[in-house]
């Protein structure tokens, strides 16, 4: 029997591997509560049912959870400091072939604008990017590499006229070339293992809706992802007040370098 809230976080756990205590009580159970009384259950108790019987309920669940906002170079200013002083100096390090993880990809805008910019500094059969997100929605979006005006916005002209086709009126599909950077993979960053050995993890405008003690232990498990002199990029609102406790040296404003 599911009465509350506790009970429901227990139910999500069991069926999607979701920890729901790591987020933000408040904004998490208001958003909750919200998709429940649109589709029209009474209560966590109902709404568990249709969870555990339909498929379609439980994709509409996980998506809604995992707040999937993005767009392609969000924050222009940051990723031309990527362009043109991270990148440089983690190639003149490391060479080439780069280790590039975007942590929690949404719908693709992220890895595949880093490919474009990597594409732009080495050779793009040099380029991989390792993608992950917990939702398989969005995943199979990013795949499918097309896009809304809207997406594309922040985009520089010369990306956009290189690596998109126009579709109609309103939507670009991305060039395979690019396609083929960027590995997509289903992994929980709360739960599941990192990979290891990267020189730049990107992991943008996620972290504010997880508790402070969940932040700081995925940003723990970044720095050991790392190596040493490798590079966290996050987002503009997300800097690591305590980054020194955390195995970090400030670079830029919104840079972190493993020590």
């Not at 940051?78 to 993880?101: A, H, M």
């Not at 940003?219 to 190596?227: D, I």
């Not at 987002?235 to 972190?256: A, P, S, V």
């Amino acid at each position: 029997m599911i009465k509350d809230y506790e009970d429901f976080k227990k139910f999500v756990f069991q069926t999607t591997s979701i920890d729901l205590n790591a987020y933000k009580e408040r904004q998490m159970k208001r958003r909750i509560d919200t998709l429940i009384s649109r589709n029209k259950f009474p209560d966590y108790e109902t709404y568990s049912k249709a969870l555990k019987t339909d498929k379609e309920k439980l994709d509409e669940f996980v998506n809604y959870l995992t707040i999937n906002v993005s767009e392609f170079y969000r924050n222009p200013n940051l990723w031309r400091t990527l362009e043109t002083q991270i990148l440089p100096d983690l190639i003149s390090k490391f060479g080439q072939n780069l280790k590039i993880w975007s942590a929690a990809c949404s719908t693709g805008d992220e890895p595949y604008s880093l490919a474009m910019v990597m594409a732009k500094l080495v050779p793009i059969n040099k380029v991989k990017i390792y993608a992950t997100d917990i939702d398989s929605q969005v995943l199979e979006k990013a795949q499918d590499g097309v896009y809304g005006a809207n997406s594309l916005s922040g985009l520089p002209k010369e990306y956009k006229d290189k690596y998109f086709e126009k579709m109609g009126d309103r939507y670009f599909k991305i060039s395979d070339e690019i396609k083929k950077c960027v590995d997509f993979k289903k992994a929980n960053l709360l739960k599941d293992s990192y990979p290891s050995n990267c020189h730049l993890i990107v992991c943008r405008n996620v972290m504010i809706y997880f508790t402070e003690e969940a932040k700081d232990e995925i940003y723990r498990k970044f720095n050991r992802s790392l190596v040493k002199d490798g590079c966290l990029f996050v987002g503009n609102t997300e800097q690591i007040i305590n980054h020194k406790e955390l195995g970090y040296d400030f670079d830029e404003l919104f840079f972190y370098r493993k020590v």
